[in-house]
């Protein structure tokens, strides 16, 4: 117990400096990162990989008593992997088609670094509006966790009976949609510069991917509530 909570010691000591950089410069941290062409990958990988870890360790509660957290972790884990792997390939691919010469390898490892901060971001703020959702009934709150809360009498009466903490759940939605948002569009230099295109033809990849990436988080939900029956955040 003692070595491994040494090991985890060190390694948020490597991870927090290099997570504070890519928040507060993410294009000048994440193309200085990926420049290191003999351990970029190893690098990144081990970054989003501790990302995961933390993601998945605040979910663990969550979890239902009857299921195992380590299958549900597991299967989480490399749906992420696919899922990244894909992305990359798909940014990969529009950019080839608008005249990019950048490399999968590269487009990966700034994928990792561009995604984990958000990833974090996202689950925290989802775990706060559970929690809010909690506060005012429970089984409104396993609903919403479910997918099934949205339109159900339930979240009408939530509405009606407690505006305050309505507000409060609708303020970190929109935080959500718009720092996620924000986040993308200042990180997409990144893939502009890997790629070496115009910034026209990299807002013409820009649109493309976003619009693809709603069928891919569409498929990633449906996905993650087939394996969990929907008792993880898709987030995930």
């Not at 927090?16 to 507060?24: E, G, H, T």
């Not at 506060?135 to 919403?144: F, G, N, R, Y």
């Not at 996620?180 to 569009?185: A, G, M, Y």
């Amino acid at each position: 117990m003692k070595d491994l909570i040494n090991i985890i010691i060190k390694g948020l000591a490597a991870y927090v400096p290099v997570f504070i950089s890519i928040v507060s410069a993410p294009k000048q941290t994440i193309l200085t990162l990926i420049n290191d062409d003999t351990e970029a990958l190893n690098k990144a990988l081990i970054f989003c990989g501790f990302t995961i870890a933390i993601g998945l360790a605040l979910q663990a509660p969550l979890v239902s008593p009857d299921q195992n957290f380590l299958t549900v972790a597991g299967s989480l884990l490399a749906l992420k992997i696919v899922a990244l792997i894909s992305f990359s390939g798909l940014v990969v691919g529009i950019f080839r088609l608008l005249g990019g010469t950048g490399n999968y390898q590269t487009t990966l490892c700034a994928c990792l670094y561009i995604v984990s901060p958000v990833y974090l971001f996202l689950l925290v703020t989802q775990v706060v509006n559970i929690g809010i959702l909690a506060t005012h009934d429970p089984v409104l709150a396993l609903k919403w966790r479910t997918g099934q809360g949205f339109d159900d009498e339930l979240f009408q009466h939530f509405i009606d009976t407690s505006p305050g903490l309505f507000l409060g759940f609708l303020l970190v939605w929109l935080s959500q949609v718009l720092i996620s948002t924000v986040w993308f569009l200042i990180c997409w230099g990144t893939y502009r510069t890997i790629h070496n295109v115009s910034w026209i033809r990299s807002s013409v990849a820009y649109v493309l991917t976003t619009a693809l990436w709603y069928i891919y988080w569409i498929l990633t939900v449906l996905i993650t509530k087939g394996l969990h029956s929907g008792l993880l955040s898709p987030i995930g």
